[in-house]
């Protein structure tokens, strides 16, 4: 056993034992951050918060909740709502939040594909934020069920059903995922323990890996500049700390970061208290029924332009039907964003207007994203082309135009 002394103080009794100094100056005091960064850097923190947030207020939740199709519905809309204290709030702050964390994930995507910060050894940062991404929208379409309402009974049908159209075993796997041969109670309890259990803790294992990543390579940067960390971090201890290049994540960017968060948070609770509705499906506050199907079924805003593309396809194409094309394409707009740095395997790291195709391509996506976002929410009659070319331009982006746009910036 390593030799112990006799302390001078609590933080000297910890460090024998501990190491804490150390520990922090690994995870935070001499963890360097450039400086040549903008707001859009804070949302990695504020991404943080809005998950502490859907935590604690889950476990509020959940003390009231009842995982049973006979007294969810009541469980959420009367007791919660209107029974206990404060109840309404902790429901409102779940749900915003839920919905916001989406809101900021496709923010914070959009920066790293913007500066190009899933290339030259930034492809694991790229990945886990991405194993992220899928497992929050498992995480909001099983919290989506718990309510019982409407919606919740008829999105668990029509996405359980997808299931359905994978060859041999796709009737087989429907009922596995369902516990029943129709959504149901069983149905309701194994989506709860994911909601509450499963998926918290992937979501924190992965969550933990994704900051990890970020160690070796760091953060890029407004220019995508390549800083050699270890010689600017020496500038910084030791030499002009105006000259160098990086601050270090505790105090110097943290402390700036708190203040967006401060920002976000007067945001967020004006949401929460005045435009709750948005997150929340007035369907949905109609209890499940199983024999009187809503007229228009679809997800909430952040699955809408997969949801569109999905629905997209509506005539036969080379003899293979218009689900299967659509099945696949859904699949692949699922994984699209992951496999980026495959796609995009040219070596220029550089903010997109510094790369004029990319630059066209980035915006591209966006508008489509939009528009599919549109397409996504209203009825397909009388506009089927439309959702059709929306879903082609976005699988054309991906499947040819990165590529191609990688080729030629490779040539040149
Ligand atoms: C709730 C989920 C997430 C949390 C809590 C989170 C947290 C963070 C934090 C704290 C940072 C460092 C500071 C910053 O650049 O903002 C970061 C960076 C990064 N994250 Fe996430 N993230 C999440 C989801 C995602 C998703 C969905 C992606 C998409 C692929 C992603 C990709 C990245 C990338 C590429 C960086 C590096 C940015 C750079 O180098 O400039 N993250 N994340």
Redesign the pocket.
């Known amino acids: 056993m390593a030799q112990v002394k006799k302390s001078s103080g609590v933080i000297d009794w910890l460090d024998q034992r501990f190491a804490v100094t150390k520990l922090m100056k690994v995870l935070v005091s001499e963890y360097w951050?450039p400086k040549n960064?903008s707001f859009?850097?804070?949302?990695?923190?504020i991404?943080?918060t809005?998950?502490a947030i859907l935590f604690v207020t889950g476990l509020l939740l959940l003390m009231y909740y009842k995982p049973d199709v006979n007294m969810a519905f009541d469980s959420v809309n009367y007791t919660i709502m209107q029974e206990v204290e404060y109840g309404w709030l902790w429901r409102h702050m779940h749900a915003v939040a839920a919905s916001v964390?989406f809101l900021?994930?496709y923010i914070?995507?959009l920066?790293?594909?913007y500066?190009g910060?899933?290339k030259k050894g930034?492809e694991l940062?790229?990945?886990?934020?991405?194993i992220?991404?899928i497992c929050?929208s498992a995480e909001a379409f099983s919290g989506y069920m718990l309510p019982w309402g409407q919606m919740s009974y008829w999105a668990a049908t029509v996405i359980t059903q997808l299931f359905g159209a994978i060859p041999v075993i796709g009737e087989a796997l429907v009922e596995w995922i369902r516990g029943d041969y129709a959504v149901g109670d069983a149905t309701l309890t194994r989506f709860f323990m994911l909601h509450v259990c499963l998926l918290p803790i992937v979501?924190i294992v992965v969550?933990v890996l994704?900051?990890y990543s970020?160690r070796i390579?760091?953060?890029?940067?407004l220019t995508s500049e390549e800083i050699d960390f270890d010689v600017e971090a020496d500038e910084y201890l030791h030499g002009d700390k105006k000259k160098a290049k990086v601050i270090p994540f505790w105090p110097g960017f943290l402390a700036k970061d708190f203040m967006y968060v401060a920002f976000f948070m007067i945001f967020f609770m004006y949401l929460v208290c005045f435009h709750y509705g948005f997150a929340m499906d007035p369907i949905n506050f109609e209890p499940a029924n199983a024999l009187k199907t809503p007229a228009h079924i679809y997800p909430e805003w952040y699955f809408l332009w997969q949801y569109e593309i999905l629905r997209g396809f509506f005539f036969d194409i080379f003899g293979i039907s218009a689900s299967t094309i659509g099945l696949l394409s859904f699949a692949f707009a699922g994984a699209a964003?992951?496999i980026v740095p495959l796609l995009d395997t040219s070596d220029v790291v550089a903010p997109a207007h510094k790369r004029p195709l990319f630059f066209i391509w980035f915006w591209l996506l966006v508008i489509d994203l939009i528009a599919l976002s549109i397409l996504g929410k209203v009825p397909m009659e009388g506009r089927e082309w439309l959702g059709f070319w929306s879903s082609t331009l976005f699988l054309f982006l991906f499947i040819v135009a990165l590529p191609a746009i990688s080729f030629i910036e490779k040539r040149r």
């Open positions: 951050i960064i859009l850097w804070a949302m990695g923190v991404l943080t809005l998950f964390i900021i994930m914070h995507l920066t790293g594909l500066y910060s899933y930034r940062i790229w990945i886990t934020g991405m992220l991404f929050f979501i969550l994704h900051f970020l390579p760091h953060v890029n940067n964003f992951m």
